[in-house]
């Protein structure tokens, strides 16, 4: 089955600055690439997904990537905040089953 | 309110029982799934349902069961066959398959007592 690897685990990074998590997925199927952010307490919440035929996504201060050879994707998150404080899953699908998720990246965003 | 719902928000479980988490959603969606998180180990998939009366075994299934007898529930049951079942239990629903949204319910938490 599809195996989904996610680092860092935890990343503190300054007010203002970048935060880049990257992933790394085993099954070359994989089609669909969403990111869900979990707030302390809360249900995750998807944030921002990527398909196998695009290359990069945007919205705002989040990007997604997206290499099929290299079978990785990565979340870049720009100007952080204090709010964007939170626990950063990624995921992939790859036609059958369910999502398979990554373990999770705790990122702090210091004032 | 459209959305999806998770009862109890905490359960405390004795050794040798069973207990019965529920999920319930109005959204129309097709695709039901329960996902266990454990610390440092993101989301695990348990069992997932794509159509009613149907449900297909996830990653860690052993000592879970599931029904799927109405489109809008899905009733997660942990049995005495889990070993260690203490966990935040997450349910989700999505319109069809995994390649759409998934929304999440706000979660159970589960102790063994």
């Known amino acids: 089955g599809e195996n989904v690897e996610q680092h860092p685990s935890t990343l503190s990074v300054q007010e203002g600055d970048s935060a880049v998590i990257k992933c790394t997925y085993s099954d070359s199927a994989s089609n669909y690439f969403p990111w869900y952010k979990q707030e302390l307490g809360k249900r995750p919440q998807l944030i921002i997904d990527?398909?196998?035929?695009?290359g990069e996504k945007k919205d705002q201060r989040i990007a997604v990537t997206l290499n099929k050879t290299a079978k990785h994707f990565s979340l870049h998150i720009t100007e952080t905040q204090p709010e964007d404080s939170a626990v950063y899953f990624c995921a992939a699908y790859t036609g059958r089953r369910a999502l398979t998720f990554g373990s999770g990246t705790r990122l702090q965003v210091q004032p | 309110d459209g959305g999806i719902t998770q009862s109890p928000k905490y359960l405390f479980r004795k050794e040798g029982q069973n207990v019965t988490l529920s999920c319930e959603q109005n959204?129309?969606?097709?695709?039901m799934y329960w996902y266990r998180q454990d610390p440092g180990q993101g989301l695990r998939l348990i069992y997932y349902?794509?159509?009613?009366?149907?449900?297909q075994k996830g990653d860690i299934a052993e000592g879970y069961s599931v029904s799927r007898e109405k489109k809008e529930s899905f009733p997660l049951t942990v049995t005495s066959a889990q070993k260690n079942p203490t966990a935040f239990y997450l349910c989700?629903?999505?319109?069809?398959?995994?390649?759409?949204?998934?929304?999440f319910g706000q979660g159970t938490r589960l102790t063994v007592v």
């Open positions: 349902s794509q159509i009613v009366n149907d449900f």
């Open positions: 959204l129309n969606h097709d695709a």
């Open positions: 990527i398909r196998s035929n695009v």
């Open positions: 989700a629903s999505s319109t069809t398959g995994g390649d759409t949204e998934a929304f």
